[in-house]
């Protein structure tokens, strides 16, 4: 067995692992079979069925930078050993806590700030991870849950208006407007 083969397995045995390039080129390892919850590392690799002996390929992820890509790994590595249940709508409850029963995945969302909380997001969906796209969207949905249209255009980082736009959209757009 090459040092290749040898680095590909790990010391218990879950089969090979893979590597997935950051944006900035920092590798993150992480067993294949965890990576594969991602579309995107899934359809770089060659067809399966071609060689059996075949290692996957590292797969960079051009569009994450690597604090994203560490948590991302973390995610899929611990939906791995435990799958996030699925988050069925209409929700259970009108709260994060209630709707995310795992403490794992309610601590994973809540223990980030907001910048990285919304790299995630964008990663969960050019990496096409739907259970961490979903779990993400419901905690920035939660955040946004009761603010007013100017708190969530502060969080969300939307330009303010001016004048003649804003006038432009309450005459195109009056159902946003109504009070």
Known sequence: MSDNENAAMTD??????????SRSGDPFELPYAAAR????????????EDDDDDLPED??????DSPCLEKVVDFLKHYQEEPLKEIKTPLDDNTFDGVVTQEWY?????GVDQPMLFDLVTAANFMD???LLDLTCLQ??????GKSAEEIRVML??????????VKA??????IFDD
């Open 170 to 175: 309450r005459q195109e757009h009056r159902w």
């Open 37 to 48: 919850l991602s579309q995107t590392v899934f359809h770089a690799q060659k067809c399966e």
């Open 157 to 166: 980082n939307i330009p303010k208006l001016t004048e003649e736009e804003e």
């Open 140 to 145: 920035v949905s939660c955040q946004l849950m």
């Open 129 to 131: 991870i739907q259970p």
């Open 12 to 21: 218990k045995d879950v089969g090979p692992t893979i590597n997935l390039i």
């Open 106 to 110: 309610r601590d994973f969302v809540k």
């Open 59 to 64: 797969v960079e992820i051009v569009k994450v």
